[in-house]
C-alpha cells in the first residue's frame, strides 16, 4: 500500500520561501494523481494544488486562487517525490500541510500526516 511522507515545513518570516516534499513508497506513485491540502489553524482543510499525470489530458497543474502566483507544485515520477515550492509567503498560509494521493481523478485515498508550516509577520 502506498505511503506518503511530508517534509520541509518550519517557521519563516513573511516573503520568505519554503519547499515541501512528499516522498511516496510502493508502487503506484508514478500512475497516482497527486495533489497538496491545508489546514489553517481552527479552519477546515482546504485544497492547495494539483498536479496531473505526465501526458494526460487537461492542465498540467492547478491552483487555488490564494496561492497562484506564489506556489508551484512539480513531480518526479523518478524519485516518487511531489514538492510544492512556495515563494512570497504570507501569514495567511500558516497551516499544517498534507500531500495526498488517489488512483482515480478527484479522488484521494492515501494522505501523508503533514508538516507544519508557521509564516510569522
Known amino acids: 500500500q502506498e505511503q506518503l511522507v511530508e517534509s520541509g515545513g518550519g517557521v519563516v518570516p513573511a516573503g520568505e520561501s519554503l519547499r515541501l516534499s512528499c516522498v511516496a513508497s510502493?508502487?503506484?506513485?508514478?500512475?497516482?494523481?497527486l495533489a497538496w491540502f491545508r489546514r489553517p489553524p481552527g479552519e477546515e482543510r482546504e485544497f492547495v494544488a494539483f498536479?496531473?499525470?505526465?501526458?494526460?489530458?487537461?492542465?498540467?497543474?492547478v491552483y487555488a486562487d490564494s496561492v497562484k502566483g506564489r506556489f508551484t507544485i512539480s513531480r518526479d515520477n523518478a524519485k516518487n517525490t511531489m514538492y510544492l515550492q512556495m515563494n512570497n509567503l504570507e501569514v495567511g498560509d500558516t497551516a499544517i500541510y498534507y500531500c495526498?494521493?488517489?488512483?482515480?481523478?478527484?479522488?484521494?485515498?492515501?494522505w501523508g500526516p503533514g508538516t507544519q508550516v508557521t509564516v510569522s509577520s
Open positions: 510502493g508502487t503506484t506513485f508514478s500512475r497516482s494523481y
Open positions: 495526498a494521493a488517489g488512483l482515480r481523478l478527484g479522488s484521494y485515498d492515501t
Open positions: 498536479v496531473n499525470l505526465p501526458g494526460e489530458s487537461g492542465p498540467p497543474a
